[in-house]
């Protein structure tokens, strides 16, 4: 069932992916939408001014049932708006501003309107997150992405200069700018292709390399609050694409991550390379994104075997980088998204158990990042980034004298 036969109130069941999607997410009160930024609505189910829980778990409800069951918006408001008028849910009323508490404003809680955004945002969020799942599952067969447009009078001048673009799927553009969540009420949708149909359509493949940056922009004209969205730059027109505020972000991508060992080692590669050098670990690396885990490389056969590894993904938590960026102010996002050259092409690999310690000289910088496994003695299942700083020629020599020559696993470094 596609979003536009739900919207059109053709009843189907939908994708187990776009169920889960609404199920797994937790409650967060909040005054205003804005209020919970970005990827947190991929992982949090939240109504602005709803300040009691049991309403938003009420409206929650509601919204898993319609789309397990493929309900119109119609069946969606007869189930809820009644629960919602008998606690109170609902018309508009005088409440304590949350900026100013000085001042009384005026609110809107429950009406046919709200209960239609709240329908369609959701919807929609689930199936794009549905959508972005099906399409990295089977990214081995059709790696790339076209953006398609309805193309009427109701579609934005900026989503029509979208119409047509194909990215590969690991192209950073796909982490902000998505079919269906450009901005409210965005229509679009992604089809996705192979190489044969590619060639068969004789269709240019586009990076968005030197295409993408931010702006910002003013969320709230009460509280003032400043923002970033991302823009992309269309080569063709000059035009700038930006998002709407908080829309900047792949809600398949926030709330659902592929399992990255499934895929060989060139797919798992470009699709992290993508990641990192996207909008998202941009996000994550200031503290933005409270992701637990994030991947930022992938090993080879050659190193997995080095460090008896199982699988060959390798994650940075936040915990972690909120140490090395205390412990290691000198070490930038670009030593971070660098991080896979830096692992193929280390010199030197050191055997430390309960670490693996990989070290390369970096041109004029010497770098030193650890890289800890989860099984005793590897035989992992997990692999984590430990640490990644600026090392010394003493430091490296020190570790040399005191390692067995069997765990030095490859020496070609010279100082």
Not at 203 to 209: C, L, M, N
Not at 306 to 334: D, F, M, R, W
Not at 373 to 390: C, Q, Y
Request: glycine share 6%; aromatic share 10%; net charge positive.
């Amino acid at each position: 069932m596609t979003r536009a036969e739900v919207f059109n109130n053709a009843l189907a069941m939908p994708p187990e992916e776009a169920i889960d999607y609404i199920k797994r997410k937790g409650y967060k009160i909040t005054f205003d939408w804005h209020d919970m930024w970005q990827q947190a609505h991929a992982r949090a189910f939240t109504v602005a001014k709803v300040a009691r829980m049991d309403v938003l778990q009420d409206i929650h409800n509601a919204m898993t049932d319609a789309v397990q069951q493929g309900q119109s918006f119609s069946t969606f408001r007869n189930n809820i708006e009644p629960t919602l008028k008998s606690k109170g849910w609902w018309g508009k009323e005088q409440v304590t501003d949350p900026i100013n508490p000085d001042k009384q404003i005026t609110i809107q809680k429950g009406s046919p309107f709200r209960l239609k955004t709240i329908y369609r945002q959701n919807v929609t969020s689930a199936y794009v997150a549905s959508d972005w799942a099906e399409a990295v599952d089977n990214i081995n067969a059709r790696p790339y992405g076209m953006w398609v447009c309805v193309n009427d009078s109701h579609t934005r001048p900026s989503h029509k200069i979208l119409d047509g673009k194909v990215f590969r799927l690991d192209d950073p553009f796909w982490q902000s700018h998505v079919p269906g969540h450009l901005g409210w009420g965005c229509r679009c949708t992604m089809r996705t292709l192979s190489a044969a149909d590619i060639k068969k359509m004789g269709i240019t493949v586009e990076s968005s390399k030197g295409k993408m940056s931010t702006k910002e922009v003013t969320l709230s004209p009460r509280g003032g609050k400043v923002e970033e969205v991302s823009v992309y730059t269309d080569p063709v027109s000059g035009k700038k694409v930006a998002t709407d505020p908080g829309f900047s972000y792949n809600p398949g991508v926030a709330a659902w991550q592929p399992d990255i060992d499934n895929y060989n080692y060139k797919v798992a590669r470009d699709y992290v390379l993508g990641m990192v050098t996207g909008p998202q670990f941009g996000r994550f690396f200031a503290g933005q994104d409270k992701a637990q885990l994030i991947p930022v490389c992938v090993a080879n056969e050659k190193l997995k075997t080095a460090l008896g590894a199982k699988n060959q993904t390798v994650y940075l938590s936040s915990e972690t980088l909120s140490v090395h960026k205390e412990k290691h102010p000198e070490i930038t996002i670009k030593d971070y998204q660098s991080l896979q050259d830096f692992i193929e092409k280390s010199p030197l690999i050191v055997k430390q158990y309960p670490y693996k310690a990989v070290i390369i000289k970096n041109g004029d910088r010497l770098l030193s990042a650890v890289i800890k496994t989860d099984g005793e003695h590897g035989n992992s299942e997990k692999m984590f980034l430990k640490t990644l700083h600026l090392a010394r020629p003493r430091d490296i020599q020190h570790i040399l004298m005191t390692t067995p020559k069997e765990d030095i696993i490859k020496n070609e470094w010279k100082e």
